[in-house]
Each structure stands twice: as structure tokens, then as C-alpha cells.
């Protein structure tokens, strides 16, 4: 298959379900899987979800809402960029730049909305908690059903929210084809026979619940096979929505950083000087005397800088990127590699083992711990033959019906039902988690 056929497949409008419904010059289909995406109940509450700094008291300092609304910008522009250069080279009809901008958009759009409170420490807590519990040694769960919770993803709870629990009865946001596959950079599940290399390969994209929605996604845009019908290589543009992940949390997390003083701003100035290279005007930085607007400026050209080198090494590496023979970081493999690992390592050292940052993440294993405790153990009494508690009798009765199996009863299914207790956790807010967890354990009283 020439390329031209390769790329028309992998720009597939298709909805999984739905059938092929056409959009319109104004709004196309992948426009309407931003929009549809924008008006969910999931990604109004990345804006109390931690990005770098929990609940932080800054007006200032991004959340995974701003951060993925940062990140579609980014991507927008990376793949309209990219997009641009592959229609002339293959002659693609009836396909645009901007239907390329606009994939890559909503994939980054969504691309953390499957994050659970307090960010990556909320999805250590959540697979401590389930190794540790004791409750999955109850019951005959196939190997990759316990991986499900004992390598807990949000990669695959925002596919799951995308295509299962926004939205049950459709069921889903019935977004394109195109957009689900780009959305998910670890298109793996979550137990394989022997580990898989490179970078897609790393964590995985869906749970077993979900397995059949991601092989027809799969399948509608022609995804090269890595274990016939179990794990595939990236949809090229998913590399691309990887950048402008990279991009906005490691750039923008610098400038918060020194926005809060954990970093001195001529530190991040030098950073971002290095980063930027030739595109920096001397004259114009001159200008600028307030650090913050220096700041500003460094950052939005480091940011283009970013976005040039990417693009070059994806459409330099086309050919192999299609075959699923590339598997790497883009950025990784252009000139910016060295000053972006220099950022890298003040992250680490510096930004993300901030004391505040340490101090409430760890509460945070506390809480999801506390608040998995009370639900699974309530909703594993209710499935059972015992006699409830009273407390068991009220827990069932404060989980949302959407969480529970027919008739509002915890489901029978083992799998299932602490899967939806997984859910319904993973699904709250920072403060939210934070209310609840003291009001059951008596802390606070609710007014």
C-alpha cells in the first residue's frame, strides 16, 4: 500500500458505532471530536487537577486544564505544520492542513483527561492500593485483569472515559477514528506474553474491558500489528501530540517554577535562552526589563523552536514512521535534545521534589488509599451474600448509580465492579477527594 493510501486510512472520520457522519467545510468531523470533548463533565474537572503543584493558591500556576488547553494550541500548529508538508508530497484529496492540526488538537485536548487526583502520584496511589489490599487475591481474575489494577494507567482510563463513560448510553463521546487512535500513545493493554521496546511500549492504552473498542479503532485506521490483535504500533500523530505534551509541561513547568520562586528566574532565563538559540531577537530582549515578560518572550520561542525541530525529524523519519519501524521521541532525535535535557534535569531535581509539591501528593496516597479502602470493601460486601453494615448499607448509597451494575447493585462481575469503584476515584478532583475522604472519616462535618 502507497503511502497516499496509508495516510488516507490513518485520517479516518470513521466513529466507532456510529458509521462515517460527515462534517461540514466550517466544522469538520475532527473539529466536532474537539468540541465534543470540550463540553464533558471529565475535562471541566481538570481544573482542579493537579499539574505540577496541587491545589495550589496561585492564581497564577497552570492546572491540567490550562496545560491541555496550552498543549492543543501547541498541537494544532505542529500538525497543520506537518500536515501541510505530507499532502504535497503524497497528492492526499480532499484533506487539509488543518484536518491535521485539528486531529492532533483534540487528541492533546484530551490527552490527560483520563488522570486521576493529584497527577501521577494519584495513579501510583491507585496501583499501591490495589497490590496491597489484599482484594485481588480474592477472586480467579485472568493475569491481565490484575494488571489492569496493579499497573494502573491513566492513558487507558482517558480512553475509557472517551469511549465508555461520557456519555454511557451512546456509548461514549463517539469520537472520529482518526482522533481515538492519536489519542493513544501506548497502544498496548496493560499484560502481554513478553515486554514490547520503544517507546509505545512502555505503559499501556486501554484496559481489557476496552480491548474490542481499541481493535476497531485499530482496524478503521489500518494501525500496523505488533501481536496480532492485542498490541500495535503508534498512529504517527500520536508522536506529534507527544511533543506538545512535552513541550507545554516542561517549558510552562519552568515558568511556573520560577513564577513561585522554587527556580531563580535567571536560571530559567538561561534555559530557555539555550533552548530558543537563533530565533531569540537580542534587540527585542533587551527591551524587556521585567522578568516575567522576559520570560514570556524566552518561552514562546523556545516553544517555536521545539515545534520546527519536531516536525523535521517526523517528516525526515515519514517512511519509517509509517512502516512502525520508528519508536523514539522526536524531539529526542533533533538539535534541541541536549538544551531540552538540561531542563529535564532541573525538573527533576528542582520542580517536581518542591517541598509543597512532596507534601500534598503524598497526602494524596492517603486519601485515594482511604477512599479505594471504603468503596471496594462496600461495594465487594454488597456483592456478596453477607449481611451489610449499616456503614457498607450507606457507602453503596453515596456511590453514583453509574458506578454500580443493574438495579443500583454492585455489579457481579468481580472485574467489573472494581473497575467502576476504580472509576468513580480516579474521576474526582484534588479538592473534591480531599472534601470527601475527611467528611467519611469523620474529620470534617458536612454543613
Known amino acids: 500500500m502507497g503511502n497516499r493510501k496509508i495516510w488516507e486510512k490513518l485520517l479516518s472520520a470513521d466513529r466507532p458505532g456510529a458509521g462515517k457522519v460527515p462534517g461540514t467545510p466550517e466544522r469538520t468531523a475532527f473539529q466536532q471530536d474537539y468540541d465534543r470533548i470540550v463540553f464533558t463533565s471529565a475535562f471541566r474537572r ?16 497552570r492546572t491540567r486544564l490550562t496545560h491541555s488547553l496550552e498543549a492543543s494550541c501547541v ?15 503524497h497528492g492526499l ?24 487526583p493529584f497527577g501521577h502520584a ?23 485483569q490484575r494488571a489492569d489494577f496493579e499497573r494502573y494507567e491513566g492513558n487507558a482510563q482517558g480512553f475509557r472515559i472517551l469511549t465508555r463513560l461520557q456519555n454511557p448510553a451512546n456509548p461514549g463521546l463517539q469520537l472520529t477514528s482518526a482522533v481515538l487512535a492519536t489519542f493513544t500513545k ?23 474491558q476496552d480491548a474490542e473498542a481499541f481493535q476497531r479503532v485499530a482496524r478503521s485506521t489500518g494501525l500496523v500489528e505488533r501481536i496480532p490483535g492485542a498490541a500495535w504500533r503508534r498512529h504517527p500523530l500520536a508522536f506529534l501530540v507527544e511533543v506538545a505534551d512535552d513541550t507545554c509541561y516542561l517549558i510552562v513547568d519552568l515558568e511556573d517554577a520560577a513564577r513561585l520562586g522554587f527556580v531563580p528566574y535567571k536560571d530559567a532565563e538561561c534555559l530557555l535562552a539555550d533552548l530558543a538559540g537563533n530565533a531569540i531577537s537580542g534587540r527585542r530582549l533587551e527591551r524587556l526589563q521585567d522578568p516575567k515578560e522576559r520570560l514570556e518572550y524566552l518561552r514562546a520561542k523556545a516553544i517555536g523552536r521545539l515545534l520546527e525541530s519536531a516536525a523535521a525529524v517526523f517528516l525526515e523519519n515519514e517512511d519509517a514512521i509509517l512502516k512502525g519501524e520508528f519508536d523514539d521521541e522526536l524531539l529526542e532525535q533533533s538539535p534541541v535534545a541536549v538544551p531540552l ?14 517541598r509543597p509539591a512532596l507534601e500534598i501528593e503524598t497526602a494524596g496516597f492517603e486519601v485515594l488509599g482511604g477512599l479505594l479502602s471504603l468503596f471496594a470493601n462496600a461495594v465487594e460486601a454488597g456483592a456478596g451474600q453477607a449481611r451489610l453494615t449499616t456503614r457498607e448499607t450507606m ?44 467528611k467519611l472519616k469523620g474529620i470534617d462535618m458536612p454543613r
Not at 472485574?415 to 474521576?427: E, I, K, T
Request: aromatic letters at 10%.
Open 46 to 61: 481538570m481544573k482542579d487537577k493537579t499539574q505540577v503543584f496541587p491545589l495550589s493558591k496561585s492564581d497564577y500556576v
Open 75 to 89: 498541537g494544532r500548529s505542529l500538525g497543520a505544520v506537518v500536515g501541510r508538508e505530507i499532502i504535497a508530497r
Open 93 to 116: 484529496r480532499d484533506v487539509e492542513s488543518g484536518d491535521f492540526g485539528a486531529i492532533v488538537a483534540a487528541a492533546c485536548l484530551a490527552h490527560d483527561i483520563g488522570n486521576p
Open 122 to 144: 494519584g495513579e501510583d496511589a491507585i496501583r499501591e492500593w490495589f497490590r496491597n489490599s489484599g482484594l485481588l487475591d480474592r477472586h480467579p481474575f485472568t493475569p491481565a
Open 186 to 208: 501506548y497502544p498496548r493493554p496493560s499484560h502481554i506474553a513478553a515486554e514490547l521496546d520503544g517507546k509505545s511500549g512502555k505503559k499501556f492504552g486501554f484496559f481489557q
Open 341 to 354: 535535557q538540561a531542563i529535564l534535569r532541573l525538573a527533576k531535581e528542582t520542580i517536581y521534589n518542591a
Open 395 to 438: 457507602l453503596l448509597k453515596l456511590l453514583p448509580a453509574q458506578f454500580l451494575g443493574h438495579g443500583g447493585q454492585p455489579d457481579p462481575d468481580p472485574y467489573w465492579r472494581l473497575l467502576q469503584v476504580a472509576d468513580f476515584v480516579a474521576g474526582m478532583t484534588d479538592s473534591y477527594a480531599v472534601d470527601m475522604y475527611r
